[in-house]
């Protein structure tokens, strides 16, 4: 139900340092079969389910070591209606939760947007149920920004591959144009090609900055 992304550090000032970067900017990209989970099929609801997923990250439990420790950004993507999708990005350095959406829903302030203050709610649940502490929801800031989007429902996956991997690479917004995103599908297939399918269970894959994409 989710995919991890790691990339290598941008320094190596020491070693400490360059290990502390590949730990913190680790992304948790997860399906959008998660979010649909978390709010019992109900997307623009106002309300979570979080039994539904709590056990999805069981692995990350104990002080210290829940997926907000282990992970710099979760991407959560949501589909909803016939034609929208959006990218919900929590960045567990900063404390921010953003949506990324085509459309900013600028109606509505950040603190009523229902799919911040849903996310916002799981924090708040995966860390005492995880980490058996009560965080104070109140550091954490919730905003908007714009993303490129299709109208086409077949082309959402594709697009929130490109988002996850715009943010992996640090770079600074989700615009990209109709050629870009078909060169980046082809760079994907010759990524998929060069891989396979393939859990790196034995380390197999070469160096991540390697990779044709």
Not at 89 to 116: K, M
Request: aromatic fraction near 10%; charged fraction near 25%.
């Amino acid at each position: 139900f989710f995919l991890m992304i790691r990339r290598p550090p941008r320094s190596t000032q020491s070693r400490s340092s360059a290990a502390s970067d590949v730990y913190k900017r680790q992304i948790l990209y997860k399906t959008t079969d998660f979010y649909s989970r978390l709010t019992g099929n109900n997307p623009l609801g106002n309300a979570i389910t979080y039994d539904k997923v709590r056990h999805l990250t069981d692995n990350y439990a104990g002080k210290q070591n829940t997926i907000f420790d282990h992970f710099d950004k979760i991407l959560i993507p949501v589909l909803y209606g016939k034609h929208n999708c959006v990218l919900i990005i929590v960045d567990c350095h900063a404390r921010r939760i953003t949506l990324a959406s085509p459309r900013p829903l600028n109606e509505r302030s950040s603190s009523q947007n229902v799919f911040l203050t849903n996310t916002l709610r799981y924090i708040e649940r995966e860390y005492l149920e995880k980490a058996m502490v009560k965080i104070d929801t109140g550091y954490w800031g919730l905003g908007e920004e714009e993303a490129a989007q299709s109208e086409d429902s077949k082309l959402h996956s594709l697009f929130v591959a490109k988002y996850a991997h715009i943010i992996s690479k640090g770079l600074p917004n989700l615009i990209f144009s109709k050629d870009e995103l078909g060169f980046f599908a082809k760079s994907l297939q010759n990524l998929i090609a060069t891989i396979g399918v393939t859990r790196n269970a034995a380390g197999e894959l070469p160096n991540v900055e390697s990779l044709p994409l």
